[in-house]
Nanobody, 125 residues
Framework: QVQLVESGGGLVQAGGSLRLSCAAS????????MGWFRQAPGKERDFVAA????????RYANSVKGRFTISRDNTQNTAYLQMNSLKLEDTAVYYC??????????????????WGQGTQVTVSS
């Protein structure tokens, strides 16, 4: 089981930037996918982005493509989500997740085995 701890959330004005971090610890496989999901008030939790073990393969939700960048540093067991040009609709609790290699294609929550506790991102006008 992998333990995940997110950090970096907060309050930011529209158009601003934030970088989320996700530190992983515990028993990790050698090729696990790292991903980010988010859940806005009253809505379901949705896929945001995912990155393969090597970092060479990334996936994004259409709503964040071109604004968000996912990356990872395996020497630090940490994944990042750089969020630029933030919009009001990006307000949500952001969750980090670790999953099996298939998750990079499926983007399904069921393919992610471990989850962080979430970090709040609030974008104000």
């Amino acid at each position: 089981q992998v333990q995940l701890v997110e950090s970096g959330g907060g309050l930011v004005q529209a158009g601003g930037s934030l970088r989320l971090s996700c530190a992983a610890s515990g028993r990790t496989s050698s090729d696990y996918i790292m991903g980010w999901f988010r859940q806005a008030p009253g809505k379901e939790r949705d896929f945001v982005a995912a990155v393969s073990w090597t970092g060479s393969n990334t996936r994004y939700a259409n709503s964040v493509k071109g604004r968000f960048t996912i990356s990872r540093d395996n020497t630090q067991n940490t994944a990042y989500l750089q969020m630029n040009s933030l919009k009001l609709e990006d307000t949500a609790v952001y969750y980090c997740a670790a999953g099996r290699p298939v998750a990079i294609l499926s983007r399904e929550q069921a393919d992610f085995d471990s989850w962080g506790q979430g970090t709040q991102v609030t974008v104000s006008s």
